[in-house]
C-alpha cells in the first residue's frame, strides 16, 4: 500500500551545522509533497512544498529535493538554530504522513 | 485571525463514555480532516470532509464518527470510547482537497479513556 517513511526517527547536531532529514515514498503517481514542522504541544506547521515537475525548492533556510527515480525526498535545513528544533514530517499529497524525525539543535 | 480552533484541549473519559470533539476554521476553506497522533505511529487520518455536506473515511476510522456541521465547523464523535483512543487528535482544514495546497492544523485535544 501507499507508504510515506523517514528513514531515522532521530536527529542530533550542533547549532550552525546543516540538517538533512530524509523520506521515502512508495506511490509513483505523487506529485505533490509537503514538509511539516510540529513543535512539542502544538499541531504541524507548512515549512515547504515541492510539486513532481521539480527537483528543487528553496525557501528561507530550507531546501526540499525531490529524486522521483528512487522516490526519495529530503529537507535540508541550513545553519541550523535551537529553534529548529521539532519534529519534521514529511506529508503526501495531504493525507498520508510519515512517522516523523525528531531534531535535536544543541548549543 | 484564529485559524483552526478545537475544544476541548484536555479530555478525560471513562471507558464506554462518550463525546464530541469540535472544530472549526475561520479561514473559509473547504476542506477539513480529523487526525490522531500517537508516539511512533506519525499522523493517520481518521476522517476527512472534502467539501460541506460530504465526508468520507480515512485510514484509523474504526470507533468514530463524524459531522460536517456547515463550512466552518467538523466534529469527531468516539460513541463508546475504548483505552486504544487514547490519543492527541488533531483537527485540520485546507482551501480545497488533497494535493492542492497545505493542512492548517488546531494545537490538538488530549484524550485520555480510562
Known amino acids: 500500500g501507499e507508504s510515506v517513511g523517514l528513514h531515522l526517527p532521530t536527529l542530533s547536531v550542533q547549532e550552525g551545522d546543516n540538517s538533512i532529514i530524509n523520506c521515502a515514498y512508495s506511490n509513483s503517481a505523487s506529485d505533490y509533497f509537503i514538509w511539516y514542522k510540529q513543535e512539542s504541544g502544538k499541531g504541524p506547521q507548512f515549512i515547504i512544498d515541492i510539486r513532481s515537475n521539480m527537483d528543487k525548492r528553496q525557501g528561507q533556510r530550507v531546501t526540499v529535493l525531490l529524486n522521483k527515480t528512487v522516490k526519495h525526498l529530503s529537507l535540508q535545513i541550513a545553519a541550523t538554530q535551537p529553534g529548529d528544533s521539532a519534529v519534521y514530517f514529511c506529508a503526501e499529497p495531504s493525507l498520508i504522513f510519515g512517522k516523523g524525525t525528531t531534531l535535536s539543535v544543541s548549543s | 485571525n484564529a485559524g483552526v480552533t478545537q475544544t476541548p484541549k484536555f479530555q478525560v473519559l471513562k471507558t464506554g463514555q462518550s463525546m464530541t470533539l469540535q472544530c472549526a476554521q475561520d479561514?473559509?476553506?473547504?476542506?477539513m480532516y480529523w487526525y490522531r497522533q500517537d508516539p511512533g505511529m506519525g499522523l493517520r487520518l481518521i476522517y476527512y470532509s472534502a467539501s460541506e455536506g460530504t465526508t468520507d473515511k480515512g485510514e484509523v476510522p474504526n470507533g468514530y464518527n463524524v459531522s460536517r456541521l456547515n463550512k466552518r465547523e467538523f466534529s469527531l464523535r468516539l460513541e463508546s470510547a475504548a483505552p486504544s483512543q487514547t490519543s492527541v487528535y488533531f483537527c485540520a482544514s485546507s482551501v480545497t482537497g488533497a494535493n492542492t495546497g497545505e493542512l492548517f492544523f488546531g494545537e490538538g485535544s488530549r484524550l485520555t479513556v480510562l
Open positions: 479561514m473559509n476553506h473547504n476542506s
